[in-house]
Structures are given as C-alpha cells and as structure tokens.
Nanobody
Framework: QVQLVESGGGLVQAGDSLTLSCAAS????????MGWFRQAPGKERDFVAS????????YYAASVKGRFTISRNNTRNTVYLQMNSLKPEDTAVYYC????????????WGQGTQVTVSS
C-alpha cells in the first residue's frame, strides 16, 4: 500500500505561481512512477503531468506544458508540481497518483488539494 498526502493548494491570482507537494509513504518511493491529475467542478478528472520512477521521461497535458513542471525528491519521498503563470481555467482539485511502473494503472491516489485561480 501507498499513502499519498497532497499539500500546497490555495487561492491565488491569475499569473501567480504555486507549488504543490505530495508526500508518499508505505512503499519504496524510488520504484514508483508518479503523476498529477486535476478535476474541475462538473468535469472529469484529467491528466496533468507524470514522470517515471527514474524522473525521465516526463509528460504533460498540452494545456499546462511550458507552465507546469513535475519533479521528485527521492530522499524526501515527495513529488512536486511547480505551477507558473496560473490561469482561472487551472482552478481544480489537484490529485497526486502513484503506480508501480509507467505501464500499469494508477493504483494509488491522494485526497486532493484545492487550487483556485482568480481573474
């Protein structure tokens, strides 16, 4: 089992930056592929970014590419999502996810953290 706890969400203005963190426990973090997803009100959960257990390659949704950066610190068992140039359409609940490999299902999910971007 893997437990994931997100933090760092909040209310910001358009153009601001925000960094989300996701702390993992319960399983060797270094072997996990990690990802971020988001769900806006009334919409389905969408993919945002992911990275393999070795941190490369990384993948991004077209809507965030060039503005968001996913990274990991294996010493701290934590994955990050650096979000720059935030837009109102980035408003959503952001979820951290983990899977045993880049080819398996996303088996583990955090509880989510709210990000609200005002115009």
């Amino acid at each position: 089992q893997v437990q994931l706890v997100e933090s760092g969400g909040g209310l910001v203005q358009a153009g601001d930056s925000l960094t989300l963190s996701c702390a993992a426990s319960g399983r060797t973090f270094v072997g996990l592929a990690m990802g971020w997803f988001r769900q806006a009100p009334g919409k389905e959960r969408d993919f945002v970014a992911s990275m393999s257990s070795t941190a490369r390659p990384t993948y991004y949704a077209a809507s965030v590419k060039g503005r968001f950066t996913i990274s990991r610190n294996n010493t701290r068992n934590t994955v990050y999502l650096q979000m720059n140039s935030l837009k109102p359409e980035d408003t959503a609940v952001y979820y951290c996810a983990a899977r045993p490999s880049s080819y398996s299902e996303w088996d583990y999910w955090g509880q989510g953290t709210q990000v609200t971007v005002s115009s």
